[in-house]
């Protein structure tokens, strides 16, 4: 595993606070940490454009993506992953880019793709740009990989969930898909399709919109919280993508005008 032996640049935290709200929600200490995880994640894993460019914001949006589901702890690595591959838009269950039956967002590989990650270039941006929506592709995909941490994805994240736990959080994914199916939820219906699928498309409720989620289901948000290692109902989310200006404090909390920091050049 490379580590990080450059410091953190500013363009890159410019992005961060502009693109990334759960960057925002965190204190000086947590932002460091946050930037050495992003860093770290990039300079560990390719990630490549298939038939469009991939440029730095999309890199960072990906690592974020990776480091926001584990942030609550520390020394993680997804060693199941050696690349994520950015498709522009959707694609099919064979990878193409055309024709019929494009309506895939985003994929674990298994089998002879396994170590990599597919994502609709599109729905990577989408995820944060749309606070409100409850759903984010690519925290939905790291999420998978992390189910897939065991071996297999069923929706028992047995490296993050402690053994007492798992009864209750299965018991709780049969209440909560049979609430889907009788139209008594506001959680995403695709959630309904499965186990694992109900595990990934709660836990972007979890991380968009945690306080809604704490407030319509609190078993729910409890055992999200058990498994993540983060009290996500306590961060500011409605502290969102923020402006930079000339004038604006820096990101990099200096005490100095952006234009007199990281703005300079």
Same mark, same amino acid.
């Given at each position: 595993?490379?580590?990080? #032996? =450059?410091?953190? =640049?500013p363009k890159w935290?410019?992005?961060?606070?502009q693109k990334i709200p759960f960057y925002n929600t965190l204190n000086k200490a947590e932002k460091k940490r946050f930037e050495y995880q992003?860093? $770290?994640?990039? &300079?560990? +894993?390719?990630?490549?454009?298939?038939?469009?460019?991939? #440029?730095?914001e999309d890199k960072i949006l990906v690592a974020s993506s990776a480091v926001?589901?584990?942030?609550?702890? @520390? #020394?993680?690595?997804?060693?199941?992953? @050696?690349?994520v591959l950015i498709y522009p838009e959707m694609f099919n269950d064979k990878f193409e880019t055309e024709g019929t039956e494009r309506r895939i967002l985003g994929m674990v590989g298994t089998g002879y793709m396994n170590g990599k990650m597919i994502l609709s270039k599109k729905a990577l941006h989408h995820g944060f740009q749309n606070e409100s929506d409850k759903r984010n592709t690519a925290i939905h995909e790291f999420v998978h990989l992390i189910d897939k941490m065991d071996g297999r994805i069923d929706g028992v994240p047995s490296v993050l969930l402690e053994k007492q736990y798992t009864i209750p959080w299965l018991d709780l994914i #049969?209440?909560?898909?049979? $609430?889907?199916?009788?139209?008594? =939820? @506001?959680?995403? %219906?695709y959630g309904g399709t499965n186990?694992?699928?109900?595990?990934?498309? =709660? *836990?972007?409720?979890?991380?968009?919109? %945690?306080? &809604? &989620? *704490?407030?319509? +289901? %609190?078993?729910l948000y409890q055992l &999200?919280?058990?498994?993540?290692g983060q009290k996500m109902a306590n961060k500011n989310m409605n502290q969102t993508r923020l402006k930079i200006g000339r004038n604006s404090p820096c990101p990099c909390e200096s005490g100095l005008k952006f234009k007199k920091c990281c703005g300079k050049n």
């Open positions: 595993m490379e580590k990080p #032996n =450059s410091p953190f =640049s935290r410019i992005t961060l606070t992003v860093q $770290e994640f990039i &300079l560990n +894993h390719r990630i490549i454009g298939i038939e469009t460019t991939v #440029n730095a926001i589901p584990i942030f609550g702890f @520390d #020394n993680w690595t997804y060693t199941n992953l @050696d690349e #049969n209440k909560k898909i049979e $609430e889907i199916y009788q139209n008594r =939820s @506001d959680i995403n %219906p186990k694992e699928e109900f595990f990934a498309v =709660s *836990s972007e409720y979890f991380f968009e919109r %945690p306080k &809604l &989620l *704490s407030k319509k +289901h %609190p078993e &999200l919280e058990e498994i993540f």
